[in-house]
């Protein structure tokens, strides 16, 4: 996959926060991209899967050439399950901390139990077992969390707290989803795009083509750096590309360059 | 000038954007500050870790305490970031310790003249309404708005003094990787790239199997040819001078043996 000879994966950018945005398009390929990506990159990776059921992202995850089960078994993996454990959330005793437990405050509450579960498990333990390069935090995604009724402040502190954890202490990265609605009237996604934008280095923005649904382009992709204010000529700073999803692999084309219009 | 905000008290709001970010600035500006103490609120600003190490009121006593320091001098204090403490804390609050920071009102005897304190502060402007945004920028005595064309960063300064005209003023810039302030010219007008110099320009009608050239003659005829429609000075005058020249049209008509032309019944079909 082209991405993969970006700066983005280089093994040299540790301790940043990559922000996937998606717009009239489904940016979950990036998701998979990532997952995979960082599991051979032999990196410990908490996935905090909100969208979708352990096994789809296995499924994805074979056609990629990463097997999740295998990944959790060995310990490398630790996937926090939304779909299954949101309803598990209502049958525990109250007194059991659980990740998602601001699903049962009966107002917006913050999101510290989550941010413990990633603490906890992607402390580096003390000991000769340095068996993982550094810690990933992949989170599908946080409007997924807005919609559960978390305040967009709520996400953004604990957006904050696993960047200094993960990102400071620990020099690991984080990879988070988030939807832009587009629509002027959803205040509360505008601020958490927003605000998270301002909190990542790079922006990997997958919007839908403007002339709507083609067959052979699925969308474009643009990405940002958010780099110190360095004099730069203007195509270091962002870059667009287009892309088709195939089975097993994205391909990217520079724009108006696809194969099937040439 | 950029560099002299330093030299300004009060309240300098620095206004960036995801797409400029200010948070290099800052610290440029922070690194050219003589003292510098560092509070660190980003570990854990809300105080979710237990024992908690962070300061028992969280960011806005840290703020407050700023205040009460007293007999130190000059002082900058810089603030990453506004946005956050808006989020956090109810506007009216942020601007009432703000206000509180940079001394607006102190009275004659309450700190002496070098007692002056600046307070820089980064603000995402996307992150708040209208509402937020003017109340900061009416404290503020200085605003840096951050944009800039292909590549290269500006800063649009805005000066307020009591009794004076607000002075508008743009100073583009880059921050080296010391962050170190370099100060730079206004790049060239130019909206697009240059396109490659070493590519020729190709005339398009050298390989057509059709002629599109005209010879000198063809076109020296085009050019004196008059249009049929075009009101020229010649055919104004053609126009108003009557008759001259311009025949008017007869029918000449040879009866043949077999015509019979009465000029009472020229068709011959009254039944008289």
């Given at each position: 996959?082209?991405?993969?000879?970006?700066?983005?994966?280089?093994?040299?950018?540790?301790?940043?926060?990559?922000?996937?945005c998606?717009?009239?398009?489904?940016?979950?390929?990036?998701?998979?991209?990532?997952?995979?990506?960082?599991?051979?990159?032999?990196?410990?990776?908490?996935?905090?899967?909100?969208?979708?059921?352990f096994?789809?992202?296995?499924?994805?995850?074979?056609?990629?050439?990463v097997?999740?089960?295998a990944?959790?078994?060995?310990?490398?993996?630790?996937?926090?399950?939304?779909?299954?454990?949101?309803?598990?959330?209502?049958?525990?005793?109250?007194?059991?901390?659980?990740?998602?437990?601001f699903?049962?405050?009966?107002?917006?509450?913050?999101?510290?139990?989550?941010?413990?579960?990633?603490?906890?498990?992607?402390?580096?333990?003390?000991?000769?077992?340095?068996?993982?390069?550094?810690?990933?935090?992949?989170?599908d995604?946080?409007?997924?969390?807005?919609?559960?009724?978390?305040?967009?402040?709520?996400?953004?502190?604990?957006?904050?707290?696993?960047?200094?954890?993960?990102?400071?202490?620990?020099?690991?990265?984080?990879?988070?989803?988030v939807?832009?609605?587009?629509?002027?009237?959803?205040?509360?996604?505008?601020?958490?795009l927003?605000?998270?934008?301002?909190?990542?280095?790079l922006?990997?923005?997958?919007?839908?083509?403007?002339?709507?649904?083609?067959?052979?382009?699925?969308?474009?992709?643009?990405?940002?750096?958010?780099?110190?204010?360095?004099?730069?000529?203007?195509?270091?700073?962002?870059?667009?590309?287009?892309?088709?999803?195939?089975?097993?692999?994205?391909?990217?084309?520079?724009k108006?360059?696809?194969?099937?219009?040439? | 000038?950029?560099?002299?905000?330093?030299?300004?008290?009060?309240?300098?709001?620095l206004?960036?954007?995801?797409?400029?970010?200010?948070?290099?600035?800052?610290?440029?500006?922070?690194?050219?500050?003589?003292?510098?103490?560092?509070?660190?609120?980003?570990?854990?600003?809300?105080?979710?870790?237990?024992?908690?190490?962070?300061?028992?009121?969280?960011?806005?006593?840290?703020?407050?305490?700023?205040?009460?320091?007293?007999?130190?001098?000059?002082a900058?204090?810089?603030?990453?970031?506004?946005?956050?403490?808006?989020?956090?804390?109810?506007?009216?609050?942020?601007?009432?310790?703000?206000?509180?920071?940079?001394?607006?009102?102190?009275?004659p005897g309450?700190?002496?003249?070098?007692?002056?304190?600046?307070?820089?502060?980064?603000?995402?402007?996307e992150?708040?309404?209208p509402?937020?945004?003017?109340?900061?920028?009416?404290?503020?005595?200085?605003?840096?708005?951050?944009?800039?064309?292909?590549?290269?960063?500006?800063?649009?300064?805005?000066?307020?003094?009591?009794?004076?005209?607000?002075i508008?003023?743009?100073?583009?810039?880059?921050?080296?990787?010391?962050?170190?302030?370099?100060?730079?010219?206004?790049?060239?007008?130019?909206?697009?790239?240059?396109?490659?110099?070493?590519?020729?320009?190709?005339?398009?009608?050298?390989?057509?199997?059709?002629?599109?050239?005209?010879?000198?003659?063809?076109?020296?005829?085009?050019?004196?040819?008059?249009?049929?429609?075009?009101?020229?000075?010649?055919?104004?005058?053609?126009?108003?001078?009557?008759?001259?020249?311009?025949?008017?049209?007869?029918?000449?008509?040879?009866p043949?043996?077999?015509?019979?032309?009465?000029?009472?019944?020229?068709?011959?079909?009254?039944?008289?």
């Open positions: 996959m082209a991405l993969l000879t970006l700066p983005v994966t280089t093994s040299t950018s540790k301790g940043k926060l990559t922000l996937l998606d717009a009239k398009t489904d940016g979950s390929f990036l998701v998979h991209h990532f997952l995979s990506f960082y599991l051979k990159a032999n990196c410990k990776v908490c996935f905090v899967a909100l969208v979708q059921s096994s789809h992202y296995n499924i994805v995850g074979q056609k990629l050439g097997s999740l089960t990944a959790r078994e060995r310990g490398q993996l630790v996937v926090v399950e939304g779909l299954k454990s949101a309803v598990d959330v209502f049958f525990r005793p109250r007194e059991e901390p659980h990740p998602l437990q699903l049962r405050e009966a107002s917006a509450g913050d999101l510290q139990p989550l941010y413990a579960f990633v603490r906890d498990a992607l402390e580096p333990v003390d000991g000769a077992e340095a068996a993982w390069r550094c810690p990933v935090l992949l989170v995604d946080l409007s997924v969390l807005l919609s559960l009724g978390a305040g967009p402040v709520a996400v953004l502190d604990f957006v904050h707290y696993c960047r200094a954890t993960v990102c400071r202490e620990w020099k690991g990265n984080i990879v988070a989803l939807h832009d609605s587009g629509d002027a009237e959803d205040e509360e996604s505008d601020v958490l927003n605000g998270l934008s301002h909190q990542s280095h922006i990997l923005r997958a919007e839908g083509l403007a002339t709507g649904f083609c067959k052979d382009v699925h969308g474009q992709l643009r990405i940002l750096w958010r780099r110190p204010l360095q004099p730069t000529a203007h195509r270091d700073r962002s870059l667009t590309y287009q892309y088709k999803i195939q089975d097993k692999s994205v391909s990217f084309f520079a108006g360059m696809s194969p099937a219009v040439l | 000038m950029l560099e002299s905000l330093l030299a300004l008290d009060g309240l300098v709001l206004r960036d954007s995801v797409e400029w970010e200010g948070r290099s600035l800052l610290k440029a500006l922070v690194k050219k500050s003589a003292l510098l103490v560092y509070h660190d609120l980003f570990r854990d600003p809300l105080n979710w870790s237990k024992p908690g190490k962070a300061h028992p009121g969280g960011p806005l006593e840290a703020l407050r305490d700023l205040d009460k320091r007293t007999g130190s001098g000059p900058t204090i810089a603030l990453d970031s506004l946005s956050w403490l808006l989020l956090h804390l109810p506007c009216p609050t942020l601007c009432q310790t703000l206000h509180a920071l940079s001394r607006q009102d102190s009275c309450d700190s002496p003249p070098g007692e002056q304190v600046r307070v820089l502060g980064l603000l995402h402007e992150l708040h309404g509402g937020p945004l003017g109340a900061l920028s009416s404290l503020a005595q200085t605003e840096v708005t951050l944009s800039g064309t292909m590549g290269q960063a500006s800063a649009h300064i805005l000066y307020r003094r009591p009794r004076q005209r607000p508008h003023q743009t100073q583009w810039f880059s921050i080296l990787p010391d962050f170190s302030l370099e100060l730079q010219a206004e790049p060239p007008l130019e909206s697009r790239p240059r396109s490659d110099p070493h590519t020729p320009s190709v005339d398009p009608t050298t390989h057509l199997t059709f002629n599109l050239h005209l010879s000198k003659k063809e076109r020296e005829v085009k050019d004196s040819l008059t249009l049929p429609f075009q009101f020229s000075s010649e055919k104004q005058q053609a126009l108003l001078r009557p008759g001259l020249g311009q025949a008017t049209s007869h029918i000449f008509y040879e043949d043996a077999y015509d019979d032309l009465d000029q009472e019944d020229p068709d011959d079909d009254l039944d008289v």
